[in-house]
């Protein structure tokens, strides 16, 4: 009851968010919960010995979801507002299509079962992960109008991408669940920090989180030193000797023109830039 309840609390989440904003609602977890907890209601129901179906209602049922699949895939386009109450029929009939093949049998489940169907299954989501960034370089660098020959070998691209990434990649991370509970959190936090780390890196210290008035008095911090002329006018602790200095730059004499001599230490060096312009 509680994990239904969550499951509607995050469905009723879902579809009050897409309406004002469908960007967090598709990427938010909280709003995707719900779609989560279907896929775990049916492998409680795996422990559930009592409940039975006959083949027949078996395959009616994945045929069901089959039919579904494929009539969202024809009448969805842009224009229907997802995920929300939307996704909830494309969601539903995988879930049959799962529940469907419990007993290992019918004509769904060995629809699905052949070797290029369990292949495909297999690094689906890290041919998911990797088909987007592919594209997007793909009409970056080479063109941005794809036509049939670009999507195909954009299809087949993704497809050897997601291969690699799920051997190199998802394949050892399933070795994680034979470590210690520890383990296996010290290392996500590891990795957590490093990624946080990159990405405050590579964001130039996120500087979304700072108004304009802010990132002004901040630019200040990366004036170009050069301006002090230092180690020809100016002589500091890394030039500490007067043959450093350069006395045709630094005293020089203009006709027409008010001439200051300026004298100090890094102070007056600040001060430079301002009284030569």
Not at 19 to 40: C, E, K, L, V
Not at 146 to 154: A, C, E, S, T, V
Not at 191 to 215: H, K, P, W
Request: net charge positive.
């Amino acid at each position: 009851a509680c994990i239904i309840g969550l499951m509607i609390i995050s469905l009723v989440l879902s579809e009050l968010l897409v309406q004002y904003d469908p960007s967090s609602a598709f990427y938010m977890s909280p709003s995707r919960f719900w779609q989560f907890i279907i896929g775990g209601l049916i492998a409680i129901s795996e422990r559930n010995k009592n409940v039975r179906f006959s083949q027949k209602a078996m395959d009616t049922l994945g045929g069901a979801g089959f039919v579904v699949i494929l009539l969202s895939m024809y009448f969805y386009s842009d224009e229907v507002v997802f995920p929300g109450i939307n996704a909830l029929f494309p969601t539903i009939a995988v879930a049959l299509i799962i529940f469907s093949g419990r007993n290992r049998t019918g004509v769904v489940y060995r629809l699905l079962s052949v070797r290029l169907g369990t292949f495909l299954g297999k690094i689906s989501y890290s041919v998911y992960l990797w088909h987007w960034p592919i594209i997007i370089f793909y009409k970056f660098e080479i063109t941005a109008l794809l036509g049939r020959y670009d999507k195909i070998f954009l299809l087949f691209l993704s497809i050897l991408a997601g291969y690699i990434g799920w051997y190199l990649i998802e394949k050892r991370v399933a070795l994680l669940g034979k470590l210690s509970a520890k383990k296996v959190i010290s290392s996500s936090c590891i990795m957590s920090a490093a990624c946080c780390c990159v990405a405050i890196y590579f964001s130039s210290g996120l500087t979304y989180r700072f108004n304009d008035e802010q990132l002004k008095y901040a630019q200040y911090l990366d004036y170009d030193s050069s301006i002090f002329r230092e180690g020809k006018c100016f002589l500091s602790s890394k030039y500490d000797d007067v043959k450093y200095f350069d006395h045709d730059e630094c005293i020089t004499f203009q006709r027409g023109k008010e001439n200051i001599l300026l004298m100090g230490d890094s102070h007056a060096g600040h001060l430079y830039t301002a009284i030569n312009s």
